[in-house]
């Protein structure tokens, strides 16, 4: 009975799932949605930068850094 029970526990904590990108995490999933969606707005305007406001500038400067294949040099 102690070997089946213990079988389980390890089953079970083996089967629990701590990756933030998984559906059960939805706190960071809403808010990864919410992102992208002003990041598609922003991507549609970037066509002409002058009619971005400061921030819809600063997000798309984020995103093309995150993008390039510079060396981060802050480490």
């Not at 706190?27 to 971005?52: A, C, G, P």
């Amino acid at each position: 009975m102690r070997l089946i029970l213990s079988l389980f526990i390890i089953l079970l904590i083996n089967n629990c799932s701590l990756n933030k990108d998984s559906q059960y995490w939805t706190e960071d999933s809403i808010q990864k949605n919410d992102e992208q969606k002003k990041l598609s707005k922003i991507l549609k305007k970037s066509k002409d930068i002058t009619t971005m406001t400061l921030e819809e500038y600063k997000i798309y400067i984020e995103d093309y850094t995150k993008k390039s294949n510079y060396p981060d040099i802050s480490k």
